[in-house]
């Protein structure tokens, strides 16, 4: 976490609190013949607050190798790459090397409560996103510059692109 603190520190201007809105999400599936999306939505629940429901249908199971590239991107009239890391997920999720960043992003989104993917390797079923809620009106205090930017999440299975996950998010 202290890395991508720093990097964001570089290109921001301070601004003492910041609004996080999720603007938009899109997922892909990179290799059909391994995997489909039977939804991938975000839906407006009450004033400042949305609703992320996936659901990746597996076709090929059971799946005990699993890598997810993280890559966090400014937008603007060129992308700039403020961070990229790789992440084991089976190892993630058996609590062994877990990366400070990915293990911060999970407890704060409290993906452990929403998702069926809180178990280690290996998974033989679908994997669902349900009623994950992002409240748009989150403050933190963080020295991170008002803009646009994406979270791009690239996984592999058996080191080959399977499927790939966009987040959008607005910083005011």
């Known amino acids: 976490m202290f890395k991508i603190l720093v ?11 910041v609004r996080f809105k999720l603007t938009g999400l899109e997922c892909q599936a990179v290799d059909p013949k391994f995997c489909a999306f039977e939804n991938c939505i975000i839906k407006p629940v009450s ?12 076709l090929q199971v059971p799946v005990d190798n ?8 400014r937008r603007g009239h060129i992308e700039h790459m403020l961070y990229a890391g ?3 997920g089976c190892q993630f999720w058996k609590g062994k090397r877990r990366n400070p960043i990915a293990s911060s992003i999970y407890k704060s989104l409290r993906l ?21 809620r992002l409240d748009e009106n989150l403050n933190l205090n963080l020295p ?5 930017y994406v979270i791009k999440l690239h996984w592999t299975a058996y ?4 499927a790939i996950v966009n987040w959008n998010l607005q910083i005011e």
């Open 7 to 17: 990097l964001l520190c570089l290109v921001a201007t301070p601004t003492g609190s």
């Open 47 to 58: 004033r400042g607050i949305k609703e992320i429901n996936g659901k990746v249908k597996l």
């Open 66 to 73: 699993i890598t997810i590239r993280f890559e966090l991107m």
């Open 86 to 88: 790789d992440i084991d």
């Open 112 to 132: 452990d409560v929403f998702t069926n993917i809180n178990h280690s390797c290996p998974y033989n079923h679908d994997l669902i996103v349900d009623h994950l």
């Open 144 to 148: 991170i510059a008002v803009g646009e």
């Open 159 to 162: 080191n080959i692109l399977r």
